[in-house]
């Protein structure tokens, strides 16, 4: 599986991810604990990609250690 592939895959799966938190918060499940389940999700992944991309570019890790 090279990069485009993962890359295609996880914005598959954030999109699915986010559309059905949606519709779930729309039959009554809750604004709250729907949204915030979706921001922290989207926080993850952005923190994954943005780890994978310094891996692959080469860069010093530095970045990807902090918390």
Do not use: H
């Amino acid at each position: 599986m090279n990069q485009a592939e993962r890359t295609e895959a996880i914005i598959v799966w954030v999109l699915i991810s986010f559309f059905g938190g949606w519709v779930l918060s729309i039959f009554g499940i809750g604004i709250g604990p729907g949204m915030i389940a979706t921001a922290m999700f989207f926080f993850v992944v952005l923190k994954l990609i943005d780890a994978t991309a310094k891996s692959n570019s080469g860069e010093p890790p530095e970045f990807t250690n902090q918390r």
